[in-house]
Nanobody
Framework: QVQLVESGGGLVQPGGSLRLSCAASHNIFSFYTMAWYRQAPGDQRELVAAITSGFRINYADSVKGRFTISVDTAKLTVYLQMNSLKPDDTAVYYC?????????WGQGTQVTVSS
């Protein structure tokens, strides 16, 4: 069983920055693809960014050039650095760990971009 705990969400003005953190219960980064998803009210959950166990990274087109996903294996933590935030980035952000049939989610953290 893998536990994932997100933190770092909050209220930020347009153009501002936030860094989300996802702490894993143990070192899974050699085996799992780690990802951040988000879900706005009334919308489906969508992939924001992902990093594989081989450190290949991909981003949603809507966040390319603004968001950065990274892993600190010593701290068992995945980060999502979000810059130049827009109101459309407002959502609950979820951390995900996936390997074959194993698929784990964190509880989510709210990000609100508003003036």
């Amino acid at each position: 069983q893998v536990q994932l705990v997100e933190s770092g969400g909050g209220l930020v003005q347009p153009g501002g920055s936030l860094r989300l953190s996802c702490a894993a219960s143990h070192n899974i980064f050699s085996f799992y693809t780690m990802a951040w998803y988000r879900q706005a009210p009334g919308d489906q959950r969508e992939l924001v960014a992902a990093i594989t166990s081989g450190f290949r990274i991909n981003y949603a087109d809507s966040v390319k050039g603004r968001f950065t996903i990274s892993v600190d294996t010593a701290k068992l933590t995945v980060y999502l650095q979000m810059n130049s935030l827009k109101p459309d980035d407002t959502a609950v952000y979820y951390c995900n760990a996936k390997m074959n049939q194993y698929n784990y989610w964190g509880q989510g953290t709210q990000v609100t971009v508003s003036s």
